[in-house]
């Protein structure tokens, strides 16, 4: 819970709207958003940059909605994107093209061509046969592509190895030791035109010391380069601050931002950052439905009406989200303690330790384990910190529609993503005669 989403009495509040009222209104399940907590957080990496040039490229991954999107590019925002979709979606939703950053270790020649024909920041460049492809495709179209190299400062970020990127066995960015002559390849290439450079070590990082020591290692090269002629106009650290879902202490925005300006001291470079996670995990939620309750021999289990195919993260990393009630029960004492124990409906209220699952036949679908809650079938739940990679991540998997999105703004709620229609999921299948 934060200043955003909170009780007042026993209901579940994003900023004034009660979440009960929305799961009435919306159905479920139903991701929610708060437009404070966005605004905020987007305000704080702006206030805490402040001191030097610097543009904050949004990770679009993160969350992709256009509402989303056209808040941040209101704010000020640029992008980082890592497809020509994505490009597409901050344009739609009236982004610059002029400040999106281009990711991503395979960009596709339409890719290119379409950033081009948009007129983009920067590709951040991860290989030397990209740099090869770019020149030809930028060529084809009498144009100048502005690059930078993702370099692989093999720094441990210690999070997650699925989210890990920074380490030399992974597949991101050119090594280390090949980034020099990478640079002078670039600078020798006719349609591009070397301006930066990009590193990012990973995601749901919770301490300053790894993107420290990146900077580091990439300052380094930074400075080699200048020496053999090359200078770069900005330098792009990556986005990867960790949030708090449940024990976490990661550095506040505040705090990460001193540490990166204080590595940066004394230098010119304009400061890119690719903030994702940060700036949205914790500004949304994910409500659900308890459609029934089932005691097994050794477990109790919440079936609830949401799935890994809306929000994947507890199934493929483990991840650990908190679960709340929207609106909170009395706990009724349990049986040993009183003898109206197990009469009809009591037993559901009781609290216990339940694991919250969906409907979907795979053992992996599940938000949470053991999780201590007093309900009873037909309550909502609300999955917390989802706000990233929930929805971005979602899929149609067992022909489910995708959920409904919503904006909380004070007590205003706006509906920003209508519930997919099963026959829109097939609407581009054909049966063979
Ligand atoms: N820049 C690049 C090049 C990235 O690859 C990423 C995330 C970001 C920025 C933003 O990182 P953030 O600030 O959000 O940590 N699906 C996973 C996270 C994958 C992150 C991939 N790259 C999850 O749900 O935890």
Same mark, same amino acid.
């Given at each position: 819970?934060?200043e955003?989403?909170?009780?007042?009495q026993?209901?579940?509040?994003?900023?004034?709207v009660?979440?009960?009222d929305?799961?009435?209104?919306?159905?479920?399940?139903c991701?929610?958003?708060?437009?404070?907590?966005?605004t905020? #957080?987007?305000?704080?990496?702006?206030?805490?940059?402040?001191?030097?040039?610097?543009?904050?490229?949004?990770a679009v991954?993160?969350?992709?909605?256009?509402?989303i999107?056209?808040?941040?590019?209101?704010?000020?925002? #640029?992008?980082?994107?890592?497809?020509?979709g994505?490009?597409?979606?901050v344009?739609?939703?009236?982004?610059?093209?002029?400040?999106?950053?281009?990711?991503?270790?395979?960009?596709s020649? =339409?890719?290119?061509?379409?950033a081009? $024909?948009?007129?983009?920041l920067?590709f951040?460049?991860?290989?030397?046969?990209?740099?090869d492809r770019?020149?030809?495709?930028?060529?084809?179209m009498?144009?100048?592509?502005?690059?930078?190299?993702? /370099?692989?400062?093999?720094?441990?970020?210690?999070?997650?190895?699925?989210?890990?990127t920074?380490?030399?066995?992974?597949k991101? #960015? /050119?090594?280390?030791?090949?980034?020099?002559?990478?640079?002078?390849? =670039?600078a020798?290439?006719?349609?591009?035109? /070397?301006?930066?450079?990009?590193?990012?070590?990973?995601?749901?990082?919770?301490e300053?010391?790894?993107?420290?020591?990146?900077a580091?290692?990439?300052?380094a090269?930074?400075?080699q380069?200048?020496a053999?002629?090359i200078?770069?106009?900005?330098l792009?650290l990556?986005g990867?601050l960790g949030?708090?879902?449940?024990?976490?202490t990661?550095p506040?925005?505040?705090?990460?931002a001193?540490?990166?300006?204080?590595?940066?001291?004394?230098?010119? $470079?304009?400061i890119?950052?690719e903030?994702g996670?940060?700036?949205?995990?914790?500004?949304?939620v994910?409500?659900t439905?308890?459609?029934?309750?089932?005691?097994?021999? $050794?477990?109790n289990f919440?079936?609830v009406?949401?799935?890994?195919?809306?929000?994947?993260?507890?199934?493929?990393?483990?991840?650990?989200?908190?679960?709340?009630p929207?609106?909170r029960?009395?706990?009724?004492?349990s049986?040993?303690?009183s003898?109206?124990?197990?009469?009809?409906?009591?037993?559901?209220r009781?609290?216990?330790?339940?694991?919250?699952?969906?409907p979907?036949?795979?053992?992996?679908?599940?938000?949470g384990?053991?999780?201590?809650? =007093? /309900?009873?079938?037909?309550?909502?739940?609300?999955?917390?910190?989802?706000?990233?990679?929930?929805?971005?991540?979602?899929s149609?998997?067992?022909?489910?529609?995708?959920?409904?999105?919503?904006?909380v703004?004070?007590?205003?709620?706006?509906?920003?993503?209508?519930? $997919?229609?099963?026959?829109?999921?097939?609407?581009?299948?054909?049966i063979?005669a």
């Amino acid at each position: 819970m934060n200043e955003y989403f909170g009780y007042k009495q026993d209901r579940l509040f994003a900023e004034n709207v009660a979440l009960d009222d929305i799961a009435r209104r919306f159905g479920t399940p139903c991701y929610v958003y708060s437009r404070a907590a966005l605004t905020d #957080g987007y305000r704080q990496f702006a206030e805490a940059f402040k001191s030097r040039e610097h543009l904050i490229c949004y990770a679009v991954k993160a969350n992709s909605n256009l509402a989303i999107l056209n808040l941040f590019a209101r704010l000020g925002a #640029g992008f980082d994107i890592v497809s020509g979709g994505e490009l597409q979606r901050v344009l739609a939703a009236g982004g610059a093209a002029s400040k999106v950053v281009f990711s991503g270790v395979g960009k596709s020649e =339409a890719e290119m061509r379409q950033a081009l $024909e948009a007129g983009i920041l920067c590709f951040n460049v991860e290989s030397s046969s990209e740099l090869d492809r770019l020149n030809t495709v930028a060529g084809s179209m009498g144009k100048v592509a502005p690059v930078s190299l993702r /370099v692989n400062p093999d720094v441990d970020a210690k999070t997650h190895p699925y989210i890990s990127t920074g380490l030399k066995q992974n597949k991101f #960015g /050119v090594a280390y030791t090949e980034a020099l002559a990478l640079y002078r390849k =670039a600078a020798a290439m006719s349609h591009l035109r /070397v301006t930066g450079m990009d590193c990012h070590i990973g995601s749901q990082l919770t301490e300053t010391s790894p993107f420290i020591a990146a900077a580091e290692k990439v300052l380094a090269l930074v400075d080699q380069l200048a020496a053999s002629g090359i200078a770069l106009e900005h330098l792009d650290l990556g986005g990867g601050l960790g949030i708090r879902y449940d024990d976490e202490t990661p550095p506040s925005i505040a705090e990460y931002a001193k540490a990166l300006l204080g590595a940066l001291q004394g230098r010119s $470079e304009k400061i890119i950052v690719e903030p994702g996670r940060v700036l949205v995990g914790n500004a949304g939620v994910l409500l659900t439905r308890i459609e029934y309750l089932k005691h097994g021999e $050794e477990k109790n289990f919440a079936i609830v009406d949401a799935a890994m195919n809306d929000l994947m993260r507890p199934a493929l990393y483990d991840a650990y989200h908190r679960i709340l009630p929207v609106v909170r029960r009395q706990d009724i004492p349990s049986p040993q303690s009183s003898p109206a124990g197990g009469r009809g409906g009591e037993r559901e209220r009781q609290s216990l330790l339940y694991d919250v699952v969906g409907p979907i036949c795979e053992t992996g679908d599940f938000f949470g384990h053991a999780r201590k809650m =007093a /309900v009873d079938k037909g309550d909502t739940l609300a999955v917390m910190s989802a706000g990233a990679y929930g929805m971005s991540m979602s899929s149609n998997y067992n022909t489910r529609p995708r959920a409904a999105e919503v904006m909380v703004d004070d007590a205003v709620v706006h509906l920003v993503r209508e519930r $997919e229609t099963v026959s829109q999921l097939y609407a581009a299948e054909k049966i063979v005669a």
